[in-house]
């Protein structure tokens, strides 16, 4: 596995060339990017120039958000499925193999069982698209409770839902978004996890949440950055995806409300800080920054 810089699952925003140095001025190895950006650039000039930067960078791209709606009605579906053919192809050339997309956490279409096998039939769909370029899709879940809205129906909220869902997509190019604030808001536990094969899970997010927060009124804005242990004992989560051989990205993810205030420069850094610490507990090799490395070079004074 990778330490991935996501920034949309922080709340940062930026240039590409901005996002790019954060990245590597703090050790990612991996980051999330705006595909349909990359389209719209390629399409204005050419593959090449709007690709520069990151394969200047040499870094690895984690995931990608889909431009799909999973809510919305069939007709408006079906177009953007055929969007994702040209999507799918620049993403290849930039060596992207894992797209993102959330399930909507309520529905005015249909109720829970009817739109459960229209999501499905949607999943097995754009799976096989992004199979034929060797994408996966990572699938997340939405169970905080300022995102259900107003609908008139509840949709996956649960992590035995959620589960049950995905599990039964048809598709072998779709697995799971392991994100944990989601996971422990979804009434969900470390050995529910420990079943789900390597091969399933294609992106994780780590975040916490205050232990004084019931997590069953939890929003988004109690999203934290991830620490040890709490409701999920990261370390033992990542000692675990270590043992089973998953190879994928692996990234902090919070929300804005609990660092107003701060600098995008302090959130990155606090993120890396707790990646890094989770994952040397957990007994894995921690890429140095290089402000490190060039610490690390012996001082030798310039002859006169």
């Known amino acids: 596995m990778y330490k991935n810089f996501c920034p949309s699952a922080m709340g940062i925003n930026g240039r590409q060339s901005e996002l790019i140095e954060l990245a590597l001025t703090y050790a990612f190895s991996g980051m999330d990017i705006d ?4 389209v719209r650039r390629a399409q204005r000039t050419d593959f090449e120039d709007a690709s520069k930067y990151l394969r200047a960078a040499e870094i690895k791209i984690g995931t990608f958000p889909l431009p799909v709606g999973l809510d919305d009605d069939d007709e408006a579906f079906t177009a953007q499925v055929g969007a994702l053919h040209p999507l799918a192809e620049v993403a290849e ?3 992207a193999t894992r797209a993102v997309v959330h399930l909507p956490a309520s529905t005015d279409r249909l109720p829970f069982n009817e739109f459960f096998d229209v999501q499905s039939s949607r999943l097995n769909q754009i799976g096989e698209v992004l199979g034929s370029r060797g994408i996966h899709l990572a699938v997340g879940f939405s169970p905080a409770k300022d995102l259900a809205g107003d609908k008139q129906f509840p949709f996956v909220n649960t992590v035995e839902s959620f589960a049950a869902l ?3 997509v048809n598709s072998g190019h779709v697995g799971f978004l392991l994100d944990t604030f989601d996971w422990v808001v979804g009434d969900g536990a470390m050995d529910q996890i420990s079943e789900i094969p390597a091969d399933k899970v294609v992106a994780v997010r780590l975040s916490s949440i205050a232990e ?5 009124a939890a929003t988004s804005g109690d999203r934290m ?3 040890a242990q709490g409701l999920i004992d990261h370390v033992k ?3 675990h995806l270590n043992t089973i051989g998953f190879d994928g990205p692996i990234g902090p993810a919070t929300s804005t409300a609990p660092y107003k205030g701060q600098t995008r420069e302090f959130i990155v850094q606090t993120a890396q800080e707790a990646i890094d ?7 894995l090799d921690v890429k140095p920054l290089p402000s490190e490395l060039i610490e690390d ?3 030798e004074p310039t002859p006169i």
Do not use: R
Not at 35 to 38: A, E, P, R, Y
Not at 277 to 283: Q, V
């Open 166 to 168: 995905v599990n039964g």
């Open 225 to 227: 950055l991830p620490t």
């Open 297 to 299: 070079i012996p001082y």
């Open 35 to 38: 595909m349909q950006d990359i």
């Open 93 to 95: 050339k930039l060596g």
């Open 237 to 239: 989560l990542v000692g």
């Open 212 to 216: 004084d927060v019931d997590t069953s």
């Open 277 to 283: 610490g989770i994952s040397k507990e957990a007994g």
